[in-house]
């Protein structure tokens, strides 16, 4: 089974969870895009949902494949939040932001019920940290922030370069307007601590660690979907 198969189990396991009348929160990434195909086709064969993106590339898909779409403001309680992930712990923890929409993301999961998360084997880690931790920033002072996101780090002790991210000639940039920062801190022993402390910066918009946001991680491998609770 190629990885491409595997983000397809676990879209269509998570497809189980979603009931005529819900309002859905979609997700950013190439999994989530695999559940968006997978809902594209029971909404053409019936089934009533609404949506909300998390990105405008979301948006664009659902809008081609004719998945009904409203804004968050239109539909501000979501039942069930469905999302990919760059790391997901034992605990449900995740890294996330890879695809650059963290924010979004995170504000829509924080909207919802409940929150689904849909990977493959390869997304599950012991410890969060080898995927560079993404941090979206305010373009005002990016520096400064860099700066105060080291000197955070460093007092959890933590280390590593902090990259801005590119995109094609120039830097990346969010739906939001926002730069990314790419953290390569390595392991991070107490998620939580460092997600307090990244909150506290000025400057810091968002970043990538989910923590107590899931409720459920549908694992996709060769042998088959299991579940993370
Ligand atoms: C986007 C995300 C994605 O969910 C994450 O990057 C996983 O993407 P993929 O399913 O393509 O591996 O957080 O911001």
Known sequence: MDAREMKIKAAAAALAHVEDGMRLGIGTGSTAEEFVRLLAER???GLSVIGVPTSERTA???VELGVPLMSLD???ELDLTIDGADEVDGRLRLIKGGGGALLREKI???ASSRMIV???ESKVVETLGAFKLPIEVNPFGMVATRIAIERTASRLGLSGAIELRQAGAGHFMTDGGHLILDAS???IPDAEALATALNAIPGVVEHGLFIN???LAIIAGPAGARTLT
Do not use: H, T
Request: with cysteine; proline share 5%; net charge neutral.
């Open 43 to 45: 909404v053409a064969g």
């Open 108 to 110: 829509v999961a924080g």
């Open 185 to 187: 801190f390595g392991r």
């Open 118 to 120: 849909i990977a493959d």
């Open 60 to 62: 664009r898909l659902c």
């Open 74 to 76: 239109e539909l501000p």
């Open 213 to 215: 946001m899931a409720s």
